[in-house]
């Protein structure tokens, strides 16, 4: 297995390498609050007698896990609090590949990089699967890639990074070919808070044993470090979830679950619904700047993203460090999430500069730079 | 892979549901006070601003890892910070079996149970190597066990559960033994701060490329929590290291790394100096009653724990909870570390009624139960 720096480490470092100022749209790292009782729990837990500071259960808090499984619905015994959803997706995967149920992953594309990555890590075979223009799910295509050694679909929703939000219907039929060839569905649901179209229900109102649900409180509570994720887990798949995480971790950081717990168990819904509007008017104000650049891009309905088509300039690594030097705005090139969008470019609305952002594109582009 | 609950787990339920006052040394948890800067430095952290609150570094802190590898006398790109001394090992092992040099793992007997059921994870295969009758290492058993399909042998020193602090000698000529079949050796460190003889050496003066040594700060700061570990990998090794660890994590923790850089920082040897003092204070005090018990017992070397024997009483899960319940006093079965100590039953040192647990021990077998 080969160490390959991840893109956007790279655009990143680039990006505070260069000269002049440079807007950073790389990352997916919220620039906003995280729940005042957040940081109230994390004073309070510094206080906390020696016992407090020692392992927590291996598959979490039991309160923090309690708290979970009552807002989303389900018996505790199926949740695994995980580090980070980076964690929970890795076990879930590794569920579906372990079971001599074929070592094929169905990845949709354009696809978030961890997948086809744990994919490789866990010997299977990630094979991408076109999507719809607007990035929702292309039902028959799926059915046409699924065979006999289909053991797993990974879908994403509100994706990173089309931003689309995926129609209930759609997945219901997804989890239907997955028990025609005996594969599991994962649902990494991270962005659910970020549900701008208003459209989005969860996977688990399926209540299907083939599918997981995977989620945590990075982008919800914009604390991206403190790495508390979960997994919803059918009855039978969560004792190998449980037993790997288990091997791999012993457990996740308790000042970090006890500071989420707090934070989950007594923040009000205002707090998500402002995040959420703050990052609406980005995505207004971002989109009316491209409107003005002439660029193509799509509005997401959920999540953080805008993927934009700037005319004669595909979204290369080479291209993106040309807007970091000459523009002074760092995205991502599309080609790091697959084929579909190689052209395309995507930009993080997690800076309140978004707006200026996208006006330093206009101005860039109403220069007319020479085609690449 | 079966889910099985850990056998200390079990242990520790039982002792907890018991209808009686028990004094529990079942799990390696400190029961001191962790450094003050570590508290200091999480009220600290709980104030810091929102991008203080995203992903750290993959591989770990860039300050964290520079003051590890400052105090290890190694190069900062060789350290990996995980989450946790599990971790570390679970990344050290899999790059070792993962390399098509076999599938074998030597592991010492008595083992410490995650090893066998990491290297099972790993689709590995573990072959328990006899130890000598204090602990210390066989290196003619290694030799012997060693063959072209061993891609792998983990070493702990000092040893949990024997508290044998290894030779360097020893350790050196096992690295021979590795490189003559093509294995690397995994040394874990975890307990190198409670080396109660003196006579503790790193396997990093080895300066062997065949050598990943871990370790953490669950155990010398007293926060088994906060998940906070090392694998110093060597140069050939350490790409494949970061590139699992984040692939399966992304990143550790940050409010954790935070806390104990600024721990590593700024505690003085003091602090260490006496926790390791307590620790010696209670195996005297343990030892005493135990002498006055008649059991048989080794003396630890180092980290915190003390393998009793008594007469007629094995070390079994049976025996465990009965000693639960007629004495007062919880352990973990011998039969839970391989099979070279299955008479034997492990006592932690991490409660201050140490010696009271003995004195109950000496109480109870002076009243000679029936033989099990």
Known sequence: MEYEEPKFFHVMQYAAAAAGDVIDMVSGNPDWEPPAALREALREYADRPPADFQYPPSEGLRELREVIAERRGVDPGRVVVTNGTGEANYLAMARALDRDAGDE???????????????????????????????????????????????????????????????????????????????????????????????????????????????????????????????????????????????????????????????????????????????????????????????EYSRPEGAFYVLARFDSFPGTMANVKRLVDEAGVAGMPGEAFGTARSDWIRFALVTPRAAEAAERLADYFAEEPAPR
């Not at 086809?116 to 028959?140: A, C, F, I, N, S």
């Not at 009000?268 to 989109?287: C, G, I, K, N």
Request: hydrophobic content about 40%; charged content about 25%.
């Open 105 to 295: 992953a169905l990845l949709m594309d354009p696809v978030y990089p961890y997948y086809p990555g744990k994919t490789h890590l866990l010997d299977g075979t990630p094979t991408l699967v076109p999507t719809t223009r607007d990035g929702g799910l292309d039902v028959d295509a799926i059915r046409e890639a699924a065979s006999e050694d289909t053991a797993l679909i990974v879908l994403n929703t509100p994706n990173n990074p089309t931003g689309a939000v995926y129609d209930l219907d759609a997945v219901r039929e997804v989890a239907d070919v997955a028990a025609a060839v005996d594969a599991l569905v994962v649902v990494d649901e991270v962005y659910g808070r970020f549900d701008l179209s208003g459209s989005f229900e969860s996977a688990l109102t399926l209540d299907d044993d083939r599918v997981i649900v995977t989620s945590g409180f990075s982008k919800s509570m914009a604390i991206t470090g403190f790495r508390v994720g979960y997994g919803i887990f059918p009855e039978s798949h969560v004792d190998d979830a449980k037993t790997r995480h288990m091997l791999v971790n012993v457990a996740g950081a308790r000042p970090s679950q006890y500071a989420v717990y707090h934070a989950l168990a007594e923040t009000p819904p205002e707090y998500y619904a402002e995040s959420r509007e703050l990052l609406a008017d980005r995505v207004a104000a971002f989109t009316d700047a491209l409107d003005a650049a002439g660029a």
